[in-house]
């Protein structure tokens, strides 16, 4: 299954007459529907997943393969590998939450952890931005698991629903998860205490800080996006999609001291807020929509303003400054399911519906698209 180095680029259009920012690196296959992908810190491997249960790491340079898991029946929904990129966390249908430990040499690879959690789908899953703490979905209950102690930090339980998404602050001293009517924030100095509570409507599917720690975002069933301010008073609610929002991505601020960008996904449709000068106007939307299929993934480049979305229409999109469509990408004949930028944002990586495991870099300097 070891993955094979492009010569060419994959197909690419662009409505704009500008130079291709991406080219095709690398391809391979997995046996079934890609389900996530996660990049290890240095950017020269990646993890992916299949609806089979597979989980397996590629090696860039070399194109080669290491099978962590092999079908297993039952998919494999999450990936996540810590900031320090010693640990692999993947969790999925079967309720079970797996740790590798990722020493950098492959042959020292090991599973040291299997959590079972019966009749419990594990959905999400997302380490400390610093520490070697995983945070999980159970149900209603999220809990904290530490990799270095191999002990359960604490369980935290939402009450109302099932935890629908989870989001570490930036700055790791708070964990926020999402639900029906509200998001529960915990401090890390003490996860005893009762959490902050932020009311909605609806329920909460999707919700991010952004990277400077500044904001959080909602993106609910009731057809709305919400964002708090610092002081977490009196957010900001988005109104107008004609579905649920189902995902958000943050941008890098537009300056020093600025705000980022939000882009929010339902459906088809991709929307993009910017914070008006004056805090009275709230956030002011512009409308892409490229697509003719469900959005899969949304992503901003790491420390940049171009956005990548991918959709079941087998269209990859590239938007320089989030406002412009610059080039498009396919390469997965049924539809694109996933993707994720590696952290120097020098690589993009995107899964297909039918197993296509694709790897585009860059492939000029100086005028770029971001």
Known sequence: ????????SSKTTSNTGAKTALTLLWKTHLKEYVTAIAWCPMGNQLVASSAAGEVILYSLKSGEDTVLQTEQGESVDVLSISADGQFLAAGGQSGTVWIWQLPGDKSDISLITTLPHKRTWIDRLQWHPHLPLLAFSLGR????????????VTTLSFDTSSVLDISWHPEGQQLSLGGNQSIKTWRLSDWDDDPE????????GAIAWSPDGTYLASGNNDRSVMVWPPDGDYPWRMTGFPGKVRQLAWSRPLAKGGDPLLAS???????????????????KPQVLDPHQGTVRGVAFQPGKLLLVTAAEDGRLCLWPKAARLGQVLTGASGGF???GWSPQGTALAAGGSQGELLVWSEAMTGQGFG
């Open 1 to 8: 299954m070891a993955g094979k180095k492009a010569k060419g």
């Open 141 to 152: 209950y999220a809990q904290v698991w530490d990799a270095a102690e191999q002990t359960v």
């Open 197 to 204: 509570v932020r009311e909605i409507d609806g329920a909460s």
């Open 265 to 283: 996904v339902c459906g088809e449709g991709i929307v993009v807020w910017r914070k008006a000068a004056d805090s009275s106007d709230g956030w």
């Open 337 to 339: 399911s996933c993707l």
